[in-house]
């Protein structure tokens, strides 16, 4: 009951933290039947809270022992379908109870239960894919052979992609993949089962790869960040592909993957353009402009349609600001009060903010209806959460408006200025243009020697 109860709250929260939210692949799961779900790892509790959510199913997962040593804590965690597994870099001393979390495991599965794990073993912010550990696949093939491998059960890659998981309204796209199915490891199984493991488990690490952005050096990150916010708008096509989020992942995979190569071979070129647009990107800034106005060859118009909207909307921005400015600030506040690790942040900010926003909604509810009565007041509660949103909409309008302004005002002042950063802009293009064409040379002749 009290799954259900925190997932519906979820619910309305993860739709209201993130601007934008894609799924791809979301037929794969199956309705029933034993699943494994496994998903890489950026954002602690973000990162399941995401995937209860949008994934119809109720999931079991596995957390670390040390949590679960207070007994009504562990009954607690247990209530949240979480189940202890012990890790011999944190609690080397209980590693003989894992066996006891195998059998659960195993007998979850039996009966047609869905799990999700994270096989990276700890979260941490960034993007690339650390090695998996070989326990989603021993739990997997364990519990097969439990039934002589007629079970069914499968493991579903799953890449979880954040534009920023600790920024309040950023873009988050899920992509899952097609089932591992683990029926096609039997006579491997029973011949080696440590090598068809080690199998399984490289088989799903390719799979997780291929679904989340994979930067292996760490210094290339801001490089690839950078061309990102720069190239990935003139190679997007609107045309092609509605699902802005989705082709911004493939993109910025191509990007990642084209640096790198370029780095490999063409260092000093790479150090250079680094360099370049950084240079460009802080010039802009000073002038406090965004790429996205300079990308254009004529000031931004005033839009009469959107003064309108302004002004037709804004007797219920007011309302919506009224009631939602109180729990906005106090969720802030709560949350940068809470030190925790940097792959932490998103998640306390936003579980912070849906207890802090029920509290108060019930709160500001309640002394509505002591003042009137209570069919007013729940009517009211129930408005506050849409009136929030369209609050939110109607500030994102109003800021894209302010910044045609500032626009408007530098280019009237600045405008041979603002026409240098655009010829540096194309220039910086051109070249990426010119790379991006000598990368898929590589990639085809490449292709072609196979």
């Not at 997962?61 to 804590?73: C, D, N, T, W, Y």
């Not at 869905?114 to 326990?135: C, D």
């Not at 679904?211 to 760490?218: F, Q, Y």
């Not at 360099?275 to 004529?298: F, G, N, P, V, W």
Request: positive net charge; charged residues 20%; proline residues 4%.
């Amino acid at each position: 009951m009290l799954y259900h109860i925190l997932r519906w709250l979820f619910t309305l929260t993860v739709k209201g933290y993130f601007r934008s939210i894609s799924i791809r692949g979301l037929e794969r799961i199956p309705r029933k039947g034993p699943i494994l779900l496994a998903a890489n790892h950026t954002s602690a509790f973000m990162d399941p809270i995401v995937l209860g959510v949008y994934i119809r199913r109720s999931l079991y997962f596995l957390s670390r022992g040390s949590a679960f040593q207070k007994p009504f804590i562990a009954r607690i965690l247990g209530i949240l379908h979480m189940i202890p597994i012990y890790r011999p870099e944190f609690e080397p001393d209980d590693l003989d109870k894992n066996q006891a979390t195998f059998e659960r495991c195993y007998a979850h599965l039996g009966r047609g239960g869905a799990m999700l794990i994270f096989p990276e073993g700890v979260s941490q912010t960034v993007r690339k894919l650390r090695p998996l550990k070989s326990g989603i696949a021993r739990i997997g093939l364990g519990a097969e052979a439990q039934h002589d491998f007629r079970l069914g059960v499968s493991i579903i890659p799953i890449g979880i992609n954040y534009s920023n998981p600790h920024h309040f309204q950023g873009d988050v796209f899920v992509n899952i993949g097609k089932p591992i199915v683990l029926q096609q490891f039997q006579q491997q199984y029973q011949a080696d089962p440590k090598e068809t493991t080690h199998a399984v488990m490289n088989l799903l690490q390719h799979e997780l790869e291929k679904r989340t952005i994979h930067i292996e050096d760490e210094r290339l990150n801001t490089l690839v960040n950078h061309i990102e916010q720069l190239y990935r708008s003139t190679l997007r096509d609107d045309g092609l592909d509605a699902d802005k989020i989705k082709q911004d992942f493939y993109l910025s995979k191509d990007i990642a993957d084209a640096v790198a190569w370029h780095d490999t071979h063409y260092p000093d070129q790479v150090i250079t353009f680094d360099r370049r647009i950084r240079a460009y990107l802080h010039h802009a800034e000073s002038l406090r402009l965004r790429d996205t106005q300079l990308r254009k060859s004529h000031p931004l118009r005033i839009q009469i349609n959107t003064i309108l909207e302004l002004i037709a909307g804004f007797p219920l921005f007011l309302f919506g600001w009224i009631v939602n400015v109180l729990p906005f600030k106090l969720a802030e506040w709560t949350a940068s009060r809470i030190r925790v690790r940097e792959d932490f942040v998103g998640s306390i900010r936003m579980a912070s903010g849906m207890f802090v926003f029920l509290f108060v909604y019930l709160l500001q509810a309640i002394l509505i209806m002591q003042w009137t009565n209570w069919y007013i007041g729940l009517a009211l509660l129930i408005s506050f959460y849409p009136a929030g949103v369209f609050a939110l909409f109607y500030l994102k309008t109003a800021y894209q408006f302010r910044y045609t302004l500032d626009f408007w005002s530098v280019w009237s002042r600045k405008r041979s200025l603002i026409d240098r950063l655009r010829e540096t802009r194309q220039t910086l293009i051109d070249e990426l243009e010119e790379g991006r064409k000598r990368y898929m040379h590589a990639v085809l002749q490449f292709s072609d020697s196979r």
